[in-house]
């Protein structure tokens, strides 16, 4: 795989065997393509979401709200949330693929189908996918500051060397990014 818009695209040989070219690879469950966008994957983690949405409308017929919420969480959401730290989606397009799954399953709670999504989301005590995203970001952020992992502080982050912060010293300072792949990077997208 060549990865890069400057890359000059070399043939590699690998004892006297040349390798092939790949613009897609799957390694650990994730599909990564040479411009390193996670489109693909998300196309692939919502199509194995809704095929096991569907295996469930199949094989329950009555579907309580309970019910529904625990097969969705137990069954669903691994899928849309696998890795995620590794390929989260930054473009709109891959968010509402990977939504609208969440958005399918919540649906088949017959009591709920006529109901806007986000109320839905409300009454079974959900948050949007977008939000879970966020919120593990914050969690992995807090950990790395106060040492809660084995991550040295100083690989990830400094911090703000102005002293203009309301109440606290602990202000991160945000990186510059030349390329858009690594604005889109865990720790500059914060």
């Known amino acids: 795989m060549h990865i890069g818009s400057s890359n000059q695209k070399f043939t590699y040989n690998l004892n006297g065997v040349e390798l092939q070219e790949v613009s897609v690879e799957r390694d650990l469950g994730i599909c990564i393509d040479s411009s390193l966008h996670p489109s693909k994957h998300c196309l692939e983690a919502a199509k194995r979401g809704n095929r096991v949405s569907g295996m469930i409308k199949r094989n329950f017929s009555f579907l309580k709200e309970d019910i529904v919420v625990r097969l969705y969480k137990q069954l669903v959401r691994p899928h849309l949330e696998y890795a995620v730290q590794a ?46 995203r966020l919120r593990g970001d914050l969690i992995q952020v807090f950990k790395i500051v106060y040492g809660f992992d084995n991550l040295s502080f100083t690989d990830f982050f400094m911090f703000a060397r102005s002293s203009c912060t309301r109440g606290h010293c602990l202000k991160l300072q945000k990186s510059h990014s030349r390329i858009n792949i690594r604005h889109n990077f865990f720790l500059i997208e914060l």
Do not use: G, H
């Open 87 to 132: 390929w989260n989606p930054y473009f709109a397009k891959d968010k509402e693929v990977l939504e609208m799954v969440q958005r399918r399953a919540t649906r088949m709670i017959s009591s709920l189908q006529r109901v806007p999504y986000y109320r839905r989301l409300q009454l079974l005590n959900l948050t949007t996918l977008e939000l879970r």
